[in-house]
């Protein structure tokens, strides 16, 4: 299974698939605009303001499963050897921080207008923050550790560390009284979010992970790219 | 209309400034995510060029990532 990952396997698909991905991103991109901004409705209670919503909630989702993977990858690169996973790993980590640090500041200005603040040190917040922190971590370790092997194994531990705070963002809300109001969509068929808002939330999620999708593939294959320049020395 | 498009009924500066920032930072990622692929492709073929005939043959033989490197580089540009 894990051959499926082998850079020489995926390579001659990374191009196919980043082609692929230029030619229907900004179709789906002006569709998800559209629904966002013009077409749903204004919230009963929150106004307009709902529409920040649209970037805020697919960045929250994508920062938090970013990180998710990244753990779960570090454990198996841990028990499996599997350096391939070191790459991508690596290679997810930039797109995870980005979307962390959006979900962060767009949640702060849907804030000020709804609750009268930028900021609010509530459970969900502040461990929010805390992710963040992890993936600077994370990113970090990489950067600074010049011994690869010795980079790929902080920053597995870290990642791993990071992995408890995962349940903790996502179950704050119901653990703890906090500013943040619990979740609106449910996976188990519970939700509370109305089929106008929630068209252009999943058109958004669709754009945003596409873009994930983009950036992870150049991101993967210039990892591979260094690592074959300084190989081809030795070969 | 249009008016009330951009202020959004009060809400305008907040939603606008939010659309912007998560725009212009996945802009900034891309741009340079972008910009280091084509400076290790540029390496990566600059390298291979420098290698004498028998040398690249023998890592074009070896390595299939380096052999669909090319190809798609060549294609490229």
Known sequence: ?235 | MIQNFISMNGYGFFVWLSFAITFLACGMLYYKTYKTLKKYEKDFAKELDQLSEAERKLVLEKSKVASQFLASYNKSI
């Open chain 1, 1 to 235: 299974m894990f051959d499926l990952i082998n850079p020489s396997r995926i390579f001659h698909w990374i191009e196919k698939l980043i082609n692929f991905i230029n030619s229907i991103f900004f179709i789906l991109l002006i569709i998800a605009l559209t629904f966002a901004l013009v077409l749903s409705p204004p919230d009963y209670l929150q106004g307009d303001s709902v529409r920040i919503m649209y970037v805020h909630v697919p960045s929250a989702w994508i920062g938090l499963a970013s990180f998710t993977v990244i753990a779960l990858m570090s454990i198996l690169s841990f028990i499996f050897k599997i350096k391939n996973l070191n790459l991508i790993t690596k290679s997810i980590a930039p797109i995870g921080l980005l979307f962390t640090c959006i979900a962060i500041i767009t949640g702060s200005l849907w804030g000020q207008p709804t609750w009268g603040t930028w900021w609010a040190w509530d459970a969900r917040i502040t461990s929010m923050l805390i992710l963040s922190i992890f993936y600077i971590l994370f990113i970090l370790a990489h950067k600074l550790i010049e011994n690869e092997d010795k980079a790929n194994k902080v920053s597995n531990i870290i990642a791993i560390i990071g992995l408890i705070n995962i349940p903790v963002i996502r179950y704050s809300v119901d653990w703890w009284n906090t500013l943040h109001q619990p979740s609106s969509i449910k996976l188990d068929g519970t939700s509370s979010i109305h089929p106008s808002m929630l068209l252009p939330l999943m058109l958004m999620l669709l754009v945003l992970l596409l873009y994930c999708a983009l950036i992870l593939l150049m991101k993967y294959k210039t990892e591979i790219i260094r690592i074959k320049k300084k190989n081809i020395k030795r070969i």
